[in-house]
């Protein structure tokens, strides 16, 4: 059973690009053919999938934050990051990555659910 | 996106006692070529990860106690927790996987009477 650790500021500006690393620990992220997610909760609220990515670099973006977002996969260093620009206070949250299961249906791998989850990392965005 | 809405948002069960969450999606999350329901449910204790429960609307993940059960199909989901224990006090989530922008309830808290 992989760990998963997300790594980054625990504070940035409005305005500053926020980047996020996930170390993947216990598993290989370029052998196991999974995908691996970003998901976060602003304070008080509920959860929102951001993004993910495959091993071989293959995304899916939110709607809503795609012109925002990379997610990038660096296999050599087992670990898979997140950038988000143009940060608001509206980006405070703490901030989830996850191994994202595929179900092979048809063909393609259909990502699913998420199993296991990180810590979390609080981001704050203020001045 | 599909919007998943679960209730009640919170509840409170005596130990030993059922406690019942619901979570209903805008839309079927049922797929008709393999008649599969595509939801998931989480527990997230205080200060730890989301843990993964139930996938496929009633698939036990490995390990997860018998008394967690999922059950319902197309857009009206139940977990039931047959006989709450201290250590079930956590908020619990669904989640759809059915489209490509995957989304969560916002969550029901569970709490000992």
């Known amino acids: 059973h992989p760990q998963l650790q997300e790594s980054g500021p625990g504070l940035v500006k409005p305005s500053e690009t926020l980047s996020l690393t996930c170390i993947v620990s216990?598993?290989?992220?370029?052998?196991?053919?999974?995908?691996w997610g970003w998901i976060r909760q602003a304070p008080g609220k509920g959860l929102e999938w951001i993004g993910s990515?495959?091993?071989?670099?293959?995304?899916y973006y939110s709607p809503s934050l795609k012109s925002r977002i990379t997610i990038s996969v660096d296999t050599s260093k087992n670990q898979f990051s997140l950038t988000l620009n143009s940060l608001t206070a509206a980006d405070t949250a703490v901030y989830y990555c996850a191994r994202h299961h595929y179900y092979f249906w048809s063909g393609y791998q259909n990502p699913v659910w998420f199993d296991p989850w990180g810590q979390g990392t609080l981001v704050t965005v203020s001045p | 996106d599909i919007v998943m809405t679960q209730s009640p948002d919170s509840l409170a069960v005596s130990l030993g006692e059922r406690a019942t969450i619901n979570c209903n999606s805008s839309q079927s999350v049922l797929y008709s070529s393999n008649k599969k329901n595509y939801l998931a449910w989480y527990q997230q204790k205080p200060g730890q990860p989301l843990n993964l429960l139930i996938y496929w609307a009633s698939t036990r993940k490995s390990g997860v106690p018998d008394r967690f059960r999922g059950s319902g199909s197309g857009a009206d989901f139940t977990l039931t927790i047959s006989s709450l224990q201290a250590e079930d006090v956590a908020v619990y989530y669904c989640q759809q996987y059915y489209s490509n922008s995957w989304t969560f309830g916002q969550g029901t808290k569970v709490e000992i009477k």
């Open positions: 216990g598993d290989s992220i370029s052998s196991s053919g999974y995908y």
């Open positions: 990515i495959s091993y071989s670099g293959s995304t």
